[in-house]
Protein backbone atom coordinates (compact mmCIF):
# COMPACT_ATOMS: atom_id res chain seq x y z
CA UNK A 1 0.00 0.00 0.00
CA UNK A 2 1.35 3.40 -0.49
CA UNK A 3 1.77 5.72 2.83
CA UNK A 4 2.98 8.80 4.10
CA UNK A 5 5.81 7.66 6.59
CA UNK A 6 8.31 10.09 9.32
CA UNK A 7 12.14 8.68 10.04
CA UNK A 8 13.36 11.87 11.74
CA UNK A 9 12.17 13.71 14.25
CA UNK A 10 14.74 16.25 14.04
CA UNK A 11 14.24 16.66 10.05
CA UNK A 12 10.15 17.48 10.84
CA UNK A 13 8.00 17.56 7.98
CA UNK A 14 10.72 17.54 5.27
CA UNK A 15 11.65 14.06 6.70
CA UNK A 16 7.93 13.08 5.24
CA UNK A 17 7.46 10.71 2.36
CA UNK A 18 5.52 8.82 0.24
CA UNK A 19 6.11 5.10 0.19
CA UNK A 20 4.99 1.07 -0.23
CA UNK A 21 4.40 -0.44 2.72
CA UNK A 22 2.92 -3.77 3.18
CA UNK A 23 -0.69 -4.17 3.38
CA UNK A 24 -2.18 -4.85 6.89
CA UNK A 25 -2.47 -8.61 7.29
CA UNK A 26 -5.89 -9.47 7.25
CA UNK A 27 -5.48 -13.26 7.31
CA UNK A 28 -3.34 -12.78 10.69
CA UNK A 29 -5.51 -10.26 12.00
CA UNK A 30 -8.47 -12.92 11.70
CA UNK A 31 -6.96 -15.79 13.40
CA UNK A 32 -6.13 -16.54 17.00
CA UNK A 33 -2.11 -16.65 16.65
CA UNK A 34 -0.90 -13.01 16.75
CA UNK A 35 -4.14 -11.53 17.28
CA UNK A 36 -4.99 -7.89 18.22
CA UNK A 37 -8.26 -8.12 20.26
CA UNK A 38 -10.50 -5.44 18.52
CA UNK A 39 -8.95 -4.41 15.72
CA UNK A 40 -10.68 -3.92 11.98
CA UNK A 41 -9.00 -3.34 9.12
CA UNK A 42 -9.55 -0.03 7.21
CA UNK A 43 -9.72 1.05 3.58
CA UNK A 44 -9.07 4.54 3.99
CA UNK A 45 -11.22 7.02 1.74
CA UNK A 46 -10.07 9.88 3.19
CA UNK A 47 -7.69 11.36 6.13
CA UNK A 48 -6.80 14.13 7.95
CA UNK A 49 -3.98 15.33 10.51
CA UNK A 50 -3.46 18.04 12.87
CA UNK A 51 -0.53 20.33 11.74
CA UNK A 52 1.25 19.84 14.95
CA UNK A 53 1.69 15.97 15.07
CA UNK A 54 5.42 15.67 14.49
CA UNK A 55 5.89 17.53 17.90
CA UNK A 56 4.15 15.13 19.74
CA UNK A 57 5.85 12.06 21.10
CA UNK A 58 3.75 9.48 20.59
CA UNK A 59 4.32 9.95 16.33
CA UNK A 60 7.55 8.66 17.21
CA UNK A 61 7.60 6.35 20.23
CA UNK A 62 5.02 3.36 21.54
CA UNK A 63 3.11 3.34 25.14
CA UNK A 64 6.66 1.74 26.14
CA UNK A 65 8.76 4.49 24.88
CA UNK A 66 10.63 2.34 22.21
CA UNK A 67 11.19 4.26 18.81
CA UNK A 68 8.30 3.32 16.28
CA UNK A 69 9.50 4.59 13.11
CA UNK A 70 9.05 4.67 10.55
CA UNK A 71 5.40 5.66 11.20
CA UNK A 72 2.40 6.94 9.44
CA UNK A 73 1.11 10.26 10.80
CA UNK A 74 -2.52 11.22 10.57
CA UNK A 75 -5.17 10.03 12.75
CA UNK A 76 -8.43 10.75 11.65
CA UNK A 77 -10.68 8.76 9.12
CA UNK A 78 -13.06 7.80 7.22
CA UNK A 79 -13.31 4.70 4.89
CA UNK A 80 -14.77 1.05 4.68
CA UNK A 81 -14.20 -1.89 6.78
CA UNK A 82 -12.29 -4.70 5.08
CA UNK A 83 -11.15 -7.35 7.78
CA UNK A 84 -12.08 -7.81 11.40
CA UNK A 85 -9.50 -9.12 14.14
CA UNK A 86 -10.70 -12.32 16.27
CA UNK A 87 -13.66 -11.63 18.55
CA UNK A 88 -14.28 -8.33 17.42
CA UNK A 89 -18.04 -7.54 17.55
CA UNK A 90 -20.30 -3.84 16.41
CA UNK A 91 -18.94 -3.92 12.97
CA UNK A 92 -19.07 -5.73 9.66
CA UNK A 93 -17.15 -6.39 6.63
CA UNK A 94 -18.24 -3.33 3.98
CA UNK A 95 -19.17 -1.03 6.40
CA UNK A 96 -18.18 2.58 6.10
CA UNK A 97 -17.06 3.76 9.28
CA UNK A 98 -15.39 7.08 10.87
CA UNK A 99 -13.73 7.82 14.03
CA UNK A 100 -9.99 8.35 15.14
CA UNK A 101 -7.02 6.45 15.75
CA UNK A 102 -5.14 5.71 18.34
CA UNK A 103 -1.76 8.21 18.76
CA UNK A 104 0.92 5.62 19.63
CA UNK A 105 -0.03 3.72 16.23
CA UNK A 106 0.62 4.22 12.69
CA UNK A 107 -2.16 6.19 11.83
CA UNK A 108 -4.58 7.22 8.44
CA UNK A 109 -2.10 8.79 5.63
CA UNK A 110 -2.06 5.74 4.13
CA UNK A 111 -4.21 3.37 1.77
CA UNK A 112 -5.17 0.88 4.30
CA UNK A 113 -4.91 1.45 8.40
CA UNK A 114 -5.71 -1.08 11.51
CA UNK A 115 -7.83 0.56 14.20
CA UNK A 116 -9.85 -0.40 17.42
CA UNK A 117 -13.41 -0.97 16.35
CA UNK A 118 -14.51 0.71 19.71
CA UNK A 119 -12.73 3.96 18.36
CA UNK A 120 -15.43 4.17 14.81
CA UNK A 121 -18.59 4.68 14.31
CA UNK A 122 -21.00 4.01 11.35
CA UNK A 123 -20.51 6.67 8.75
CA UNK A 124 -24.34 7.28 7.27
CA UNK A 125 -24.34 6.31 3.35
CA UNK A 126 -25.24 9.88 2.72
CA UNK A 127 -22.66 11.25 4.92
CA UNK A 128 -18.96 12.17 1.86
CA UNK A 129 -16.34 10.30 3.52
CA UNK A 130 -14.19 13.40 3.06
CA UNK A 131 -16.85 15.04 5.67
CA UNK A 132 -16.54 12.37 7.84
CA UNK A 133 -13.12 12.75 7.88
CA UNK A 134 -12.92 16.47 8.31
CA UNK A 135 -15.18 16.64 11.22
CA UNK A 136 -14.43 13.19 13.85
CA UNK A 137 -11.69 15.52 15.46
CA UNK A 138 -12.79 18.41 15.34
CA UNK A 139 -16.51 17.23 16.50
CA UNK A 140 -15.07 15.00 19.38
CA UNK A 141 -12.82 17.72 20.37
CA UNK A 142 -15.98 20.48 20.52
CA UNK A 143 -18.27 18.36 21.86
CA UNK A 144 -15.76 17.23 24.88
CA UNK A 145 -14.64 20.85 25.62
CA UNK A 146 -18.12 22.02 25.85
CA UNK A 147 -20.07 19.43 28.12
CA UNK A 148 -17.95 16.63 28.91
CA UNK A 149 -15.32 19.41 30.67
CA UNK A 150 -17.16 22.43 30.89
CA UNK A 151 -21.50 21.67 31.47
CA UNK A 152 -22.33 24.04 29.11
CA UNK A 153 -25.87 24.97 30.03
CA UNK A 154 -28.29 27.23 28.27
CA UNK A 155 -28.00 30.33 28.66
CA UNK A 156 -24.40 30.88 29.38
CA UNK A 157 -22.24 32.79 27.40
CA UNK A 158 -19.02 31.24 25.71
CA UNK A 159 -15.82 32.88 24.03
CA UNK A 160 -14.82 30.73 21.26
CA UNK A 161 -11.06 31.37 20.20
CA UNK A 162 -10.25 30.25 16.69
CA UNK A 163 -13.87 30.36 15.65
CA UNK A 164 -12.60 30.00 11.92
CA UNK A 165 -10.78 26.91 12.62
CA UNK A 166 -12.13 23.87 12.07
CA UNK A 167 -12.58 23.34 15.94
CA UNK A 168 -13.60 26.43 16.59
CA UNK A 169 -16.27 26.55 14.31
CA UNK A 170 -17.81 23.28 15.30
CA UNK A 171 -17.80 24.25 19.03
CA UNK A 172 -19.69 27.62 17.60
CA UNK A 173 -22.41 25.49 16.19
CA UNK A 174 -22.54 23.14 19.20
CA UNK A 175 -22.73 25.90 21.69
CA UNK A 176 -25.40 27.81 19.77
CA UNK A 177 -27.61 24.49 19.80
CA UNK A 178 -27.49 24.37 23.15
CA UNK A 179 -28.34 27.43 23.63
CA UNK A 180 -25.58 29.75 24.65
CA UNK A 181 -24.51 33.77 23.55
CA UNK A 182 -21.44 32.91 21.45
CA UNK A 183 -18.51 35.28 21.26
CA UNK A 184 -15.57 33.95 18.64
CA UNK A 185 -12.24 35.00 18.06
CA UNK A 186 -9.52 35.47 15.45
CA UNK A 187 -7.84 37.34 12.47
CA UNK A 188 -9.96 39.75 10.97
CA UNK A 189 -9.88 37.30 7.26
CA UNK A 190 -11.46 34.97 9.77
CA UNK A 191 -14.59 37.49 10.63
CA UNK A 192 -17.44 36.16 7.95
CA UNK A 193 -16.23 32.79 8.26
CA UNK A 194 -17.01 32.70 11.80
CA UNK A 195 -20.34 34.77 11.60
CA UNK A 196 -21.20 31.89 8.95
CA UNK A 197 -20.82 29.25 11.58
CA UNK A 198 -23.26 31.50 14.11
CA UNK A 199 -21.27 33.39 16.25
CA UNK A 200 -22.74 36.25 17.75
CA UNK A 201 -19.78 38.57 17.92
CA UNK A 202 -16.73 38.53 16.59
CA UNK A 203 -13.23 39.73 18.35
CA UNK A 204 -10.47 40.50 16.04
CA UNK A 205 -7.37 39.66 18.01
CA UNK A 206 -4.99 41.65 15.98
CA UNK A 207 -7.19 45.07 16.11
CA UNK A 208 -9.69 44.44 18.85
CA UNK A 209 -9.29 44.97 22.73
CA UNK A 210 -10.10 41.47 23.96
CA UNK A 211 -10.80 43.01 27.32
CA UNK A 212 -14.16 44.64 26.29
CA UNK A 213 -15.78 41.03 25.66
CA UNK A 214 -16.47 41.66 29.17
CA UNK A 215 -17.61 38.27 31.64
CA UNK A 216 -18.34 34.69 29.90
CA UNK A 217 -19.03 31.58 31.85
CA UNK A 218 -16.88 29.40 29.26
CA UNK A 219 -13.63 29.94 27.38
CA UNK A 220 -12.56 27.58 25.07
CA UNK A 221 -9.31 28.12 24.08
CA UNK A 222 -6.97 26.76 21.04
CA UNK A 223 -4.28 29.31 21.08
CA UNK A 224 -2.84 29.32 24.50
CA UNK A 225 -0.12 31.42 25.57
CA UNK A 226 -1.28 35.43 26.04
CA UNK A 227 -4.23 35.23 24.80
CA UNK A 228 -5.09 32.36 26.87
CA UNK A 229 -3.74 34.20 29.46
CA UNK A 230 -5.73 37.15 29.49
CA UNK A 231 -8.98 34.98 28.71
CA UNK A 232 -8.64 33.46 32.30
CA UNK A 233 -9.39 37.08 33.89
CA UNK A 234 -12.93 37.12 31.61
CA UNK A 235 -14.15 33.77 33.68
CA UNK A 236 -17.06 34.86 35.94
CA UNK A 237 -17.02 32.73 39.05
CA UNK A 238 -18.11 29.57 38.51
CA UNK A 239 -16.64 29.43 35.05
CA UNK A 240 -14.36 27.28 33.03
CA UNK A 241 -11.18 27.42 31.24
CA UNK A 242 -10.90 24.96 28.53
CA UNK A 243 -8.26 24.10 26.47
CA UNK A 244 -6.40 21.95 24.12
CA UNK A 245 -3.28 23.41 24.34
CA UNK A 246 -1.18 21.90 27.47
CA UNK A 247 -1.67 22.74 31.18
CA UNK A 248 -3.23 26.06 31.36
CA UNK A 249 -0.76 29.12 31.94
CA UNK A 250 -3.55 30.50 33.72
CA UNK A 251 -6.27 30.17 35.66
CA UNK A 252 -9.49 32.21 36.52
CA UNK A 253 -9.65 33.33 39.91
CA UNK A 254 -12.54 31.52 40.77
CA UNK A 255 -13.38 28.90 38.77
CA UNK A 256 -11.61 25.97 36.88
CA UNK A 257 -9.38 25.52 34.39
CA UNK A 258 -8.72 22.01 32.63
CA UNK A 259 -7.20 20.41 29.57
CA UNK A 260 -7.60 17.71 27.68
CA UNK A 261 -6.75 15.55 25.19
CA UNK A 262 -9.80 14.48 22.73
CA UNK A 263 -10.87 10.94 22.82
CA UNK A 264 -12.68 8.47 20.59
CA UNK A 265 -16.40 8.30 21.48
CA UNK A 266 -18.77 5.82 19.49
CA UNK A 267 -22.24 7.62 20.81
CA UNK A 268 -20.37 11.59 19.93
CA UNK A 269 -19.30 10.52 16.65
CA UNK A 270 -22.96 8.57 16.17
CA UNK A 271 -24.32 12.10 17.50
CA UNK A 272 -22.21 14.33 15.58
CA UNK A 273 -22.94 12.36 12.18
CA UNK A 274 -26.92 13.02 13.17
CA UNK A 275 -26.25 16.46 13.35
CA UNK A 276 -24.27 16.44 10.24
CA UNK A 277 -26.94 14.71 8.21
CA UNK A 278 -29.83 16.73 9.65
CA UNK A 279 -28.14 19.84 8.72
CA UNK A 280 -27.39 21.44 12.16
CA UNK A 281 -23.75 21.46 11.62
CA UNK A 282 -21.66 22.15 8.77
CA UNK A 283 -17.91 20.50 8.84
CA UNK A 284 -15.49 22.97 8.19
CA UNK A 285 -13.20 21.81 5.05
CA UNK A 286 -10.25 24.60 3.91
CA UNK A 287 -8.52 22.82 1.59
CA UNK A 288 -8.27 18.97 -0.03
CA UNK A 289 -5.85 17.05 -1.56
CA UNK A 290 -4.62 13.45 -2.65
CA UNK A 291 -2.54 11.29 -0.60
CA UNK A 292 0.66 11.75 -3.11
CA UNK A 293 0.00 15.51 -2.37
CA UNK A 294 -0.30 15.02 1.91
CA UNK A 295 4.07 16.22 2.19
CA UNK A 296 2.77 19.37 0.56
CA UNK A 297 -0.29 19.75 2.69
CA UNK A 298 1.52 19.29 5.78
CA UNK A 299 3.44 22.52 4.56
CA UNK A 300 0.78 24.99 3.15
CA UNK A 301 2.58 28.21 1.90
CA UNK A 302 -0.69 30.38 2.78
CA UNK A 303 -2.70 29.65 6.34
CA UNK A 304 -5.78 27.16 6.05
CA UNK A 305 -9.01 28.49 7.41
CA UNK A 306 -10.61 24.78 8.41
CA UNK A 307 -9.36 21.31 8.48
CA UNK A 308 -7.21 19.63 5.21
CA UNK A 309 -8.63 16.50 3.83
CA UNK A 310 -6.50 13.91 2.04
CA UNK A 311 -8.40 12.01 -0.50
CA UNK A 312 -6.81 8.76 -0.28
CA UNK A 313 -9.22 7.13 -2.99
CA UNK A 314 -11.43 9.14 -5.25
Same mark, same amino acid.
Given at each position: M???????K??G?A?MK???R?D??AV??A?L???????VV?A???SS?TG?? *??WPST?VD??G??R??????H???G?V?AL?Y??S? *? $????R????????RD?TLA /??T?? /???? @????????D?T??A????A??????????H??L??G #?????????G?VG??A?QL??Q??A??I??GRA??R #? $????F????????????? /??????D *???????G???R?S?G??RAG?? @?V??T??????P????A???V?V????? @??E?????R???VR?N?GT?A? @??G???A??? $?ER???????????
Amino acid at each position: MKAIVVTDKAAGTAGMKLVERPDPDAVRLAGLEGANYGDVVVAVHASSFTGNE *LEWPSTWVDRLGRDRTPSIPGHEVAGVVTALSYGTSG *L $TVGQRVFGLTDWTRDGTLA /EYTVV /EARN @LAPLPGDVDFTVGAGVAMAGLTAWQGLFDHSRLQAG #QSVLVHGAAGAVGSMATQLARQAGAYVIGTGRAAGR #Q $TALDFGVHEFVDLDNDVL /EDVGGVD *LVFDVIGGDIQRRSAGLIRAGGT @LVTVTGPPEARPADGLAVDFVVVSDRAQ @LNEVARRVRDGRVRTNIGTTAA @LDGAVAAFNP $TERVNGKTVIRVRP
